[in-house]
């Protein structure tokens, strides 16, 4: 292979004038991050939700909830963030629309409301497997008791279901960190899209894309090793059998 | 017999080339070898290389290609060379080129001091300098005019790092938006994202003549930089190679048939829509015609 390796490349001063290489992929980790912490918060958020409307006894909810899977969790990502980013400003009345699109973190907003929303989708349809999984005593117990519907679902279903996804949980977070690269799309200046910018500019490709990886996977990691722990803390002895 | 064809091949070769005093190396022994040839052509780099409406690969450095090819073909005397194409983007060209996927980048490649320290650039085929594109209807003519305004430019590209160093320096508070490419950043000044889109000149040239309404644009007389020189990419450490390719292009850019390559990509009609990019060849063009120079410092120009 004719390829220069060029270690070093990372200490050079970037075209900026001021940071090095291994600065812009830093500050592109930050976005990543930030990103991906911003749109979990909203997946958990809505997909508790949509995740409880898809079990509840109540029909119209149901299929509210059914819908909105559908639609967030067929259409592919890519195609959702465009269409969040240069057709949603189109469709709002022109002074909104213009407001939108000159925010000064337009596309920062706009990758965690699309990711975020994407997300969520994938999020609901685990909380409703994790639901439905219980054992239908636990709900008819509560009953029993007299709870009401929203609190069986706030003391009995939910800390339950919870537990019990907890493992996919963690997919879907790695999955949200791993998406944030779409976002580089609508011009986020992220991990990837560094990583890119620098092999454009110094075309020192490998070295470029090695350390992305890196930093990827030691990011994936810190959330792995965190989950375990959750894990761990929040396991109640007898109910889900542990090795 | 082998010996024996390979002595002729070996004497004819000299005969044809110039300087035959040692064996082929690099690049040449494996054409040779393989008896054939790659270009990486990339899909949407009008009119240096891109597809056509039946995909095929076209284009003003594409052609430049096969004149090189010819020399090749002359030189290594090997008439029924094979020529494979190959699709490069902007993040595949060095691995397939660093790899021998590629042994030619046939593009809109900026010839510049950072890269070349790791591939060669030929004679440059083309030069033009970084200007900004805005509706008609937003009224800025100079770059001073850009002043406190969303400007859009290519994220990665040298373009998008002058803008940065004039916003610097010339205090103007522009809020810089990076596109993922040149028709993304187009886009922004289409939507109204953004004010201006800042790029190559020529590039510009084809967004501005393919989009919906060519009259509704302006492309800036203002240049964020000199002319940049675009050249073919190939291997560095290659002399034997980098010697042809420089003597072929020299030599084509010199005789007639260079401006006549040139006036058919930037004064007539070309594919897929039959638009004229109506590029004049003068200046510094004229003169990298006249003098070919593979060098990457806009001032040699």
């Known amino acids: 292979m004719n390829y220069h390796w060029n270690w070093h490349i990372f200490w050079d001063v970037s075209p900026d004038g001021a940071n090095s290489y291994l600065d812009l992929l830093l500050q592109g980790l930050l976005w990543t991050v930030a990103t991906a912490l911003c749109a979990w918060l909203l997946a958990l958020v809505l997909g508790t939700c949509v995740g409880v409307a898809r079990t509840a006894r109540v029909a119209p909810a149901r299929r509210l909830a059914k819908w909105y899977v559908e639609v967030f969790r067929n ?28 925010l000064h973190y337009s596309s920062f907003l706009t990758a965690v409301v699309g990711l975020g929303l994407f997300m969520s989708a994938r999020v609901a349809e685990q909380l409703r497997a994790g639901i439905e999984s219980i054992p239908p005593g636990q709900r008819a117990a509560a009953t029993a008791l007299g709870l009401a519907g929203s609190q069986t679902y706030r003391h009995v279903l939910l800390p339950l279901a919870f537990r019990i996804i907890l493992p996919p949980l963690t997919s879907e977070f790695l999955n949200t960190i791993k998406n944030t690269s779409t976002a580089l799309t609508i011009g986020l200046l992220e991990l990837t899209a560094q990583a890119r910018s620098m092999q454009e500019f110094t075309f020192q490709v490998f070295e470029a894309f090695t350390a992305a990886t890196v930093l990827y996977l030691a990011v994936n990691l810190c959330v792995v090793s965190a989950m375990h722990y959750v894990e761990a803390r929040l396991v109640i002895p007898g109910f889900i059998v542990r090795k | ?102 042994d030619l980048e046939c593009g809109s490649t900026t010839n510049n001091e950072e890269r070349r320290r790791q591939v060669d650039f030929t004679n440059a085929h083309f030069l033009t300098a970084s200007k900004f594109v805005a509706k008609k209807a937003a009224g800025v003519a100079t770059i001073d005019a850009l002043k406190g305004k969303s400007v859009a430019s290519t994220s990665g590209t040298t373009n998008i790092k002058q803008l940065n160093e004039f916003n610097a320096s010339r205090k103007l508070g522009i809020t810089i938006l990076p596109a993922k490419d040149h028709a993304e950043g187009f886009l ?114």
């Open chain 1, 75 to 102: 259409v592919p990502l890519l195609v959702q963030l465009f269409l969040w980013y240069f057709v949603l400003p189109e469709l709002l009345p022109p002074a909104v629309g213009l407001w939108l699109k000159q």
């Open chain 2, 1 to 102: 017999m082998g010996l024996r064809s390979l002595a002729v091949g070996t004497f004819a070769l000299c005969l044809a080339a110039t300087a035959c005093a040692e064996p082929l190396t690099g690049t040449l022994k494996k054409i040779k070898e393989t008896n054939s040839i790659t270009l990486g052509y990339r899909e949407s780099s009008i009119p240096f290389s891109y597809l056509d409406d039946q995909q095929r690969p076209i284009g003003y450095a594409l052609e430049i290609c096969y004149q090189i090819v010819d020399q090749v073909k002359k030189e290594l005397t090997l008439p029924n060379l094979e020529v494979r194409l190959n699709p490069v983007t902007s993040a595949t060209r060095i691995p397939l080129m660093a790899n021998g996927t590629i």
């Open chain 2, 188 to 301: 922004m000044v289409e939507t109204d994202r953004a004010t201006a889109f800042v790029m190559d000149d020529i590039l510009l040239a084809g967004l501005v003549a393919n989009s919906k309404n060519p009259n509704e644009y302006i492309i800036s007389q203002d240049a964020f930089s000199l002319a940049e020189p675009y050249a073919i990419m190939l291997r560095r450490d290659d002399p034997q190679f980098k010697q042809l390719v420089d003597r072929a292009t020299a030599a084509f850019f010199k005789s007639p048939q260079g401006p006549k390559l040139f006036r058919k990509w930037f004064q007539s009609p070309i594919p897929p829509r039959g638009v004229v990019l109506n590029v004049a060849l003068d200046g510094v063009l004229k003169r990298a015609f006249e003098n070919p120079s593979d060098s990457s410092d806009p001032k040699a120009y």
